[in-house]
């Protein structure tokens, strides 16, 4: 896999752009409410995942090859969520 050499400092990758979205009070605290209403499901999910990493065939192989990539995506997406959660609180 390659990596990109960026030619200065302020030059970000896309992902890394600061972007300005306009919300209302009610639509902030909404997302806020929601991203904490379902921090228990992400966590779930990953935990689902990490156990379904560990099944085995009865030759040996995993069962479930994409598991283990998948429970860390969930357990990044609940950081990433809590973090907007903090976010959002101090608008």
């Not at 909404?30 to 499901?41: E, F, G, K, N, P």
């Not at 560990?54 to 969930?74: C, F, H, V």
């Not at 990044?76 to 608008?91: C, G, N, P, S």
């Amino acid at each position: 896999m390659k990596r990109k050499v960026y030619l200065s400092k302020e030059e970000k990758p896309w992902e890394q752009r600061p972007a300005a979205i306009i919300l209302t009070n009610e639509q902030i605290n909404w997302l806020s409410v929601y991203l904490t209403a379902t921090h228990q499901h992400r966590l779930s999910e990953a935990e689902a995942c990490q156990q379904l990493a560990q099944e085995t065939n009865t030759d040996g192989s995993l069962k479930y090859p994409a598991a283990r990539n998948n429970a860390i995506w969930w357990e990044e997406a609940d950081v990433r969520a809590m973090a907007l959660v903090k976010a959002l609180d101090q608008v």
